[in-house]
């Protein structure tokens, strides 16, 4: 037998738990461990944070319409967006990139409107920047949120001082001169600014470094990210690019577990893992279903490989890892210009959504902030909007399902093996969940179908609590694509669920093909 199977067969031997991998069509079963007797970290609520960076129609038509526009709006930033945002308890707003934040001056973006200066946007699209939206716009569109700021500082292009600088104008209380021009154009309290990122990307659109020479960039940066007027910084290092370990490694090693509050990691699901052609975001092929949920559940490998990177150089588990970027990235829909990412989000979205948000949950104990790529119109959106109209994605459907989890205490859950053959004999799982119990004592358990074609049997058995009543909500399609648009806004949209049901105190539920479920259980 070779070693890799004989490998998979022992561990199914030990295993605890187990998934059965059936025929398509009839149900796969999968028990699921919940110990609710072994309560974990806090689930921090940044980890169903978000990101907008002056990318395609992300922030322009997508949040900023301008004061004068029919489209409502408070200040200039559109009502109905806000309002979407909120009713997803949005904990963290990341700005204002993603690679365009190595090419940003903070400086065109404050004063009078009409006098910013117009900078052409060299990543995306080679449109032309406006500075229309800036810092006084971006800290009131937090404020209309009631989320926290996430400022991607430029390392790239920019300098200490220029950063320093921003901090000051932003953040200081004091009679200085930069404190001073932001109470002249309009801000007379200092803004708190909670994260700060020292550069995006530094590996690539950020600069091109390599990791010995980001590490003294980092220092050197981070040692002029002062602290004004009570202002706390967690400061954010640039991390891997994916499966780059060594990046980490270095980074951790030479900047010191005490220099920096968290470091990022970017991993985006394509569909083919071809960045020439990624797949497409609807009428795919069922093949490129099961290589969407492979290519999305790397991201477990990820986070145990590069936690225990940190390790490494974090015994006391000071720093915490901020997922930054994550999502898919399809080809862009045909018509739309191809720098500004603009693409669909169907029930595949939703899925891949619910298997990542499930993972970092099950990591809250060192998984500080993540922030899905990107909030509107650009790549995995919550929201997409035509001149007035808004549409709410598959994916904003499960943060809204999700969003019970957000400070609740983790209930550590064991998930069943890996048990679907989708390629070249990799396997995955079909079955994700993560479970949280919250202030008034609730336990919420989130499921995923992740199988397109093959309804689940779950049995959950809970560790230190007899289930008496479960009641959930379930978002599903019965389209492989199944997907929102402006004419059909509730074709894919979350609706009660009947399926699950206490037996014995254990809780048994039925998951349809495809679908994300979120339970109740008292
Ligand atoms: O999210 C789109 C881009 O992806 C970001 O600008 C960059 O950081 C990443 O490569």
Not at 434 to 461: F, Q, Y
Request: overall charge negative; aromatic content about 10%; hydrophobic content about 40%.
């Amino acid at each position: 037998m070779p070693i890799k199977h004989f490998l998979a067969f022992l561990m199914a031997l030990i295993l605890p738990v187990a998934a059965k991998g059936q025929a398509a069509g009839e149900p796969v079963t999968a028990q699921i461990v919940i110990h609710a007797d072994k309560p974990g970290a806090t689930i921090a609520p940044q980890i169903y944070g978000h990101f907008a960076e002056h990318l395609g129609r992300c922030i322009y038509e997508g949040i900023w319409v301008g004061p004068d526009s029919s489209i409502p709006n408070t200040r200039g930033i559109r009502n109905d967006v806000v309002a979407a945002l909120k009713n997803i308890n949005i904990p963290v707003l990341r700005w204002p990139g993603g690679c365009f934040a190595d090419e940003y001056h903070w400086r065109d973006g404050i004063g009078p409107r009409e006098q910013r200066p117009k900078r052409i946007n060299t990543h995306w699209g080679g449109v032309i920047e406006t500075n229309g939206f800036g810092t006084h716009e971006f800290l009131d569109l937090c404020e209309q949120l009631g989320c926290d700021a996430y400022i991607s500082a430029n390392v790239g292009s920019g300098t200490p001082a220029e950063m320093m600088e921003w901090i000051e104008y932003m953040t200081a209380d004091a009679d200085s001169t930069l404190a001073n021009e932001r109470r002249k154009n309009g801000r007379e309290k200092p803004w708190k600014i909670r994260y700060l990122g020292v550069g995006n990307e530094s590996w690539g659109c950020g600069g091109n470094m390599r990791p010995e020479y980001y590490a003294d960039e980092y220092r050197r940066f981070a040692t002029f990210a002062k602290s004004y007027s009570g202002n706390r910084l967690f400061k954010v290092a640039c991390g891997s690019n994916g499966e780059d370990f060594n990046w980490t490694d270095v980074v951790m090693k030479q900047v010191g577990a005490r220099n920096m509050n968290g470091i990022s990691l970017h991993w985006y699901t394509l569909p083919t893992g071809d960045w020439q052609s990624k797949g497409k975001a609807t009428d795919f092929p069922p093949q490129q279903w099961d290589s969407t949920v492979m290519r999305t559940w790397r991201m477990e490998a990820l986070l145990e490989k590069h936690l225990a990177t940190m390790d490494k150089y974090d015994a006391q588990h000071r720093v915490g890892l901020c997922v930054d970027e994550w999502g898919t990235w399809y080809d862009q829909e045909a018509g739309s210009h191809p720098g500004f990412l603009y693409q669909q989000n169907s029930i595949r979205d939703a899925v891949v959504a619910a298997v990542n948000l499930n993972l970092f949950n099950n990591h809250a104990d060192r998984v500080a902030m993540a922030n899905i790529a990107q909030t509107i119109n650009v790549l995995q959106a919550m929201i997409l909007t035509d001149k007035e109209r808004m549409i709410l994605t598959p994916t904003y459907h499960v943060f809204e399902m999700f969003k019970v989890h957000q400070g609740a205490t983790l209930l550590p859950t064991e998930n069943p093996a890996a048990d679907h053959d989708v390629e070249n004999g990799t396997k995955v799982r079909s079955v994700y969940a993560s479970a949280s119990k919250d202030a008034k004592g609730a336990i919420h358990v989130s499921l995923v179908n992740a199988r397109h074609d093959t309804p689940a049997k779950a049995t959950l058995k809970l560790e230190g609590v007899a289930a008496k009543k479960v009641s959930g909500r379930v978002l599903t399609s019965d389209k492989l694509d199944g997907h929102n648009t402006f004419d059909q806004p509730d074709a894919v949209k979350p609706a009660p669920f009947d399926g699950a049901e206490v037996k014995d105190g254990q809780v048994v539920v039925a998951l349809p093909a495809r679908s994300v479920t979120v339970l109740a259980i008292e």
